[in-house]
């Protein structure tokens, strides 16, 4: 019962997205996602605090680094660094192309997921805005400049994620950035 | 019991909204907001459909004004056309500031109200997105657009129901916008 499982944390969310998937996110339970991952109930809870979770683990360690980004940064406007920092901070998604590609499937599919989803990139901004604050931009520009970063953001990942052959994830943000700017400065 | 309620809708909202700040959206019950606007509880659900929906009435009544005002447009680029449309749609908000800005304190204060005024937002964002596609603007521009506008306009309203003696909604919003062209352009 207790063995090691080396990635079972993987295979948790790969049943629980081939799942939501086949089933629907509703129907889908943590003992189908367990089974299906060939682990225990226990163990998929050593991972993920719920089903929903699963879906959210990266948002999570996007935050971080894009936080440490942004602290980081050199020099350019609000929004410049906001953008990079986005772009720097996303990079560890570039090899999850075909997980991510199924993410924005179920994510989609259902109200409650897409609701969710809303609320975390609403939480990426605010922190960038606080991040910004913390380097003198004023909390207006900051909260602009976050939301509208974040906004190009996850345009550019839609794009990139939902491609059967699209270019890398930094392209994509990159390029999306640059319409952003092109769009409301031109 | 059937008696004409000329004004029962502005009771039930502004007893709805005393409520939420007095004691909280979740310990409230539709039976409370009734008695305190001194009227059944079938009059409340002639008006509404449940308590939250008290809060987002403005909400739809934008969303319709604006997407008007996109279709009337004569020029101007994708940005400038949504973010007039949110200047001109919002107009009739400009009597409501003292209603809007309880209505701010009550969502910030509760995290599904917040969660819910995020959707709205991601909704108008959306139709806003939709209309200027059928004005024939790409659908990447039409939502980096859409997007930028809504999250000014947001900004705007905020600083303007927050306000004690604020400026003009029109005027809030409208250097919001300007902001957001000044710091994502400039």
Redesign the interface.
């Known amino acids: 019962m207790a063995r090691w499982e080396p990635d079972a944390r993987a295979r948790l969310a790969n049943a629980a997205l081939d799942l939501y998937l086949e089933r629907g996110f509703e129907p889908t339970t943590v003992t189908d996602i367990a089974q299906r991952a060939g682990v225990t109930e226990r163990t998929f809870f050593r991972h993920f605090a719920d089903k929903r979770e699963v879906l959210f683990d990266g948002t999570n360690a996007l935050q971080e680094g894009v936080l440490e980004a942004i602290a980081s940064a050199t020099e350019g406007?609000?929004?410049d660094i906001a953008g990079s920092a986005l772009v720097l901070g996303s990079a560890f998604l570039e090899e999850r192309g075909e997980f991510a590609g199924r993410r924005t499937r179920a994510i989609l599919a259902n109200p409650e997921l897409h609701?969710r989803e809303?609320?975390k990139l609403?939480r990426l901004s605010s922190a960038i805005a606080g991040a910004l604050q913390a380097r003198g931009t004023p909390a207006?520009?900051a909260?602009?400049?976050a939301?509208?970063a974040v906004?190009?953001f996850s345009?550019g990942f839609e794009?990139w994620s939902s491609g059967v052959k699209s270019p890398a994830l930094a392209e994509c943000i990159e390029a999306?950035l640059a319409?952003?700017?092109?769009?409301?400065?031109?």
Request: glycine share 8%; proline share 0%; net charge negative.
């Open positions: 406007t609000a929004f609701e809303l609320l609403a207006m520009s909260r602009l400049a939301e509208a906004a190009a345009a794009r999306a319409e952003m700017r092109e769009i409301v400065g031109g």
